[in-house]
């Protein structure tokens, strides 16, 4: 059985790791984390902090199988004036390697969605690497469409 909810203190350590093993083994965001800033464990830690200490600004979700941790995405909250209200921008969405192809991951957006309806979010928005074509057909699977747009980054 999953289950899914947001990163409490008393889970942080399980968040933690779930986005280190992100962070160093999915090859797609090693590919681009040069341009991010990535910083590593200790932005990792910083990061997770922040969440704790402002949950206005975002969440991390985590999905359980059977207890054991296995999939995780970070979720940010910012208005749209497109659409008027609050969206949320979904990043570093992963299912560990030996829990893939279970469902866990459509389950973790699912009960996302939900969470983000409650709150009266209106939208998601999210990217994915280019050459990820996994990735791509699983977020349009899930109901999103592609946009004619490139996500740039500029660090500060």
Same mark, same amino acid.
């Given at each position: 059985?999953?289950?899914?909810?947001?990163?409490?203190?008393?889970?942080?350590?399980?968040?933690?790791?779930?986005?280190?093993?992100? /962070?160093?083994?999915?090859?797609?965001? /090693?590919?681009?984390?040069?341009?991010?800033?990535?910083?590593?464990?200790?932005?990792?830690?910083?990061?997770?902090?922040?969440?704790?200490?402002?949950?206005?600004?975002?969440?991390?979700?985590?999905?359980?199988?059977?207890?054991?941790?296995?999939?995780?995405?970070?979720?940010?909250?910012?208005?749209?004036?497109?659409?008027?209200?609050?969206?949320?921008? /979904?990043?570093?969405?992963?299912?560990?390697?030996?829990?893939?192809?279970?469902?866990?991951?459509?389950?973790?957006?699912?009960?996302?969605?939900?969470?983000?309806?409650?709150?009266?979010?209106?939208?998601?928005?999210?990217?994915?690497?280019?050459?990820?074509?996994?990735?791509?057909?699983?977020?349009?699977?899930?109901?999103?469409?592609? /946009?004619?747009?490139?996500?740039?980054?500029?660090?500060?």
């Amino acid at each position: 059985m999953i289950e899914c909810q947001r990163m409490t203190i008393e889970l942080r350590e399980d968040a933690f790791s779930l986005l280190r093993s992100f /962070l160093c083994e999915d090859e797609y965001y /090693l590919d681009s984390s040069a341009a991010y800033g990535a910083g590593g464990a200790a932005a990792l830690d910083k990061a997770l902090d922040l969440f704790l200490q402002r949950p206005e600004f975002g969440f991390v979700w985590l999905a359980y199988d059977e207890g054991d941790p296995a999939g995780v995405c970070i979720v940010c909250l910012a208005i749209s004036t497109a659409i008027g209200g609050m969206v949320a921008k /979904l990043d570093d969405f992963f299912v560990i390697s030996s829990k893939q192809g279970r469902g866990i991951g459509s389950i973790l957006l699912q009960e996302l969605k939900q969470e983000l309806r409650d709150r009266s979010v209106l939208r998601i928005d999210t990217s994915v690497h280019l050459q990820n074509d996994r990735a791509q057909r699983f977020y349009q699977h899930q109901g999103f469409q592609q /946009l004619n747009e490139e996500k740039l980054a500029c660090v500060l």
